[in-house]
């Protein structure tokens, strides 16, 4: 087994379906593989928060009587699945990284879970991330932050940071994270990966544990853009269990990587590289350049209302967040602080379960919604994030697609800046515009810093124009911005 | 100041939650910091701007409506699987009138 073993780190989706169809490997050895794999390896960065071993080779042998019967085992047959621990999953402890949810086990699936497990992908855990994915950093996960794979001392980013971290060590082919304002793309950046933000209810969130309902994504993690579009390939579309899931058709992604982006017109938005000195800000330029020598036309775009994104956010996520925080009163989800009264009870169970940054959250959110302040915060808040949207409408009006940073900065070191949230805040700057006006957006590897530490660039395009997306982040990578400088 | 450790208990006292003086303090001094970061919004003048309350609609407004067709539910069992207290079929909690 171990020859599989040493293999699994750097296997696609493609390679899997040839190692299947070729019989190299069975769907049960590769999981069995995986699991234990991701066991051993889980010591050294806590990516996973539980492994699901049984359900794995359940999946796996579901697809292995499929290959024997002469079906087609579907698109991700035995495809090692990671999934982020705030998506939930019938029978298999769920905590959303709170200590709060420590022993929930849900009642059903989310319908992204069901639509890959139907595709045939194998899923071997559920991962850690920041408290109900309230976090940049995966510092705020009751169960310990995850380590970076590239720098086991420094963060993976978050509130995903367990699903990239898996990726990026090769534990999982693929994962699931959640992104409401920046959380797939941030961690993906600073681990090395692909991640993918798609449109506003491109992706049901029917099994989303909801942060900010308005804000809310499911999108995949990959090591290459194809495997990444082929999850979202098999999550996307219409669920009538989600009424804000699109009824848009979903293309054919994979068809439309055909490498043409010659005469593609792309956005530089000024107000994004501004005071950028950062080696981060110059890997960016570097990658703009490979765009250029791919046939791009490359032009400077303003989107003028960027710098009021980060107040607008965290008064819309903090809101949404509070109203939807208030179920967890120990009533129904498993912990209560016992108390005499009901009252008391509710109190005292959210003091005790909830971490320092959801009570922070809650509190913001509370504040900005009581009596008197609904106007000034929420509602201005709402008319701030239709400038950000109207922003993004002109630029797209003239260009194709919009290249920017994904963070000021690579993976910072653990602790660094856990002491000041508003910089913590300020930080997803370039990632919280994409969620406010809902269209895709996705990190793709662009090279590392001189201390091999990688950084990702953020493409954006219009609303449900994910395979522009992917033609042009799949361009970028066959060029080379993957390995970038090196 | 936009918010004194008074109003910092009120709004717990909204959010149903229990909070140490030390976190009262800490997030005093926070929320102050995040609320004063907040105001650079009022440069904006919104005063004809539509709120954006959710990012798109690309459907007619009944196309969310579906055939009534029965399915099965989650049953008692399962839906009380999580309860930290249940008994007869309920969720149990403590007393509610309080005298």
């Known amino acids: ?486 | 100041m936009k918010i004194t450790e008074q109003e910092v208990r009120y709004v717990a006292g909204l959010a149903n939650l229990s909070l140490t003086d030390q976190e009262i303090a800490r997030l005093s001094r926070d929320l102050d910091e995040i609320l004063t970061h907040i105001d650079t919004l009022n440069e904006l003048d919104t005063s004809n701007v539509q709120p954006m309350a959710q990012v798109l609609y690309d459907a007619g407004e009944t196309a969310t409506l579906r055939e009534d067709r029965e399915r099965a539910t989650l049953g008692n069992a399962a839906a009380l699987a999580n309860a930290p207290a249940a008994g007869a079929g309920y969720y149990k909690v403590p007393r509610v009138i309080e005298r």
């Open chain 1, 1 to 486: 087994m171990s020859a599989q073993v040493a293999d699994l780190a750097g296997l696609t989706i493609n390679e899997i379906r040839n190692g299947l169809k070729g019989r190299s490997f069975s769907a049960v050895e590769l999981a069995r593989s995986a699991v234990e794999f991701a066991e051993a390896e889980n010591t050294k960065t806590n990516a996973f928060l539980t492994f699901s071993a049984e359900r794995a080779l359940e999946a796996a042998e579901r697809v292995d009587r499929k290959i024997a019967a002469g079906e087609d085992p579907g698109p991700l047959a035995g495809v090692p699945l990671a999934v982020k621990d705030v998506i939930v999953t019938k029978g298999l402890r769920t905590t959303c990284g709170s200590k709060l949810l420590e022993r929930y086990v849900p009642p059903y699936d989310a319908t992204a879970v069901i639509r890959l497990e139907q595709a045939g992908a194998v899923i071997i855990g559920k991962t850690n991330c920041d408290e109900f994915a309230m976090g940049s950093s995966n510092e705020n996960s009751a169960y310990g932050p995850v380590r970076n794979p590239a720098a086991l001392d420094r963060v993976p980013g978050g509130s995903s940071g367990g699903s990239a971290a898996a990726v990026a060590q090769g534990t999982a082919v693929v994962a699931l994270g959640s992104d409401t304002g920046g959380s797939i793309r941030q961690p993906a950046s600073f681990c090395g990966v692909v991640g993918v933000t798609p449109t506003y209810g491109r992706v049901s969130r029917y099994g989303l544990v909801a942060f900010a309902s308005s804000l809310d994504h499911i999108g995949p993690f990959g090591r290459t853009v194809k495997d990444a579009a082929l999850v979202l390939q098999t999550i996307a579309g219409r669920d009538e269990c989600d009424a804000t899931s699109a009824f848009a058709p979903v293309p054919d992604y994979i068809a439309q990587l055909d490498g043409n982006v010659a005469r593609m017109k792309i956005g530089v938005p000024r107000e994004y590289f501004e005071g950028l000195t950062s080696e981060s800000g110059e890997l960016i330029r570097r990658g703009i350049a490979t765009l250029e020598l791919l046939g791009c036309e490359v032009r400077e775009i303003s989107l003028p209302t960027t710098k009021y994104a980060v107040p607008a956010y965290y008064i819309i996520c903090t809101a949404e967040a509070s109203s939807n925080l208030a179920r967890y009163d120990g009533v129904r989800y498993t912990t209560r602080a016992e108390a005499e009264t009901l009252s008391d009870m509710y109190r005292k169970t959210r003091g005790a379960a909830f971490g320092a940054e959801c009570k922070r959250r809650i509190m913001l959110g509370t504040y900005v919604l009581s009596h008197g302040y609904y106007d000034a915060y929420y509602l201005k808040a709402q008319r701030v994030r239709a400038l950000i949207a109207e922003d993004f409408r002109k630029a797209f009006a003239e260009v194709d697609a919009i290249v920017t940073p994904v963070s000021p900065f690579p993976a910072f070191k653990l602790g660094e800046k856990l002491d000041d949230p508003l910089e913590m805040y300020l930080s997803d700057i370039y990632t919280i515009t994409g969620d406010l006006a809902g269209i895709p957006c996705m990190s793709v590897p662009c090279g590392k810093t001189a201390a091999g530490l990688p950084v990702g660039m953020q493409i954006l395009t219009r609303h449900f124009d994910e395979t522009g997306m992917f033609r042009l982040a799949d361009a970028f990578e066959k060029a080379g911005g993957f390995t970038g400088s090196n």
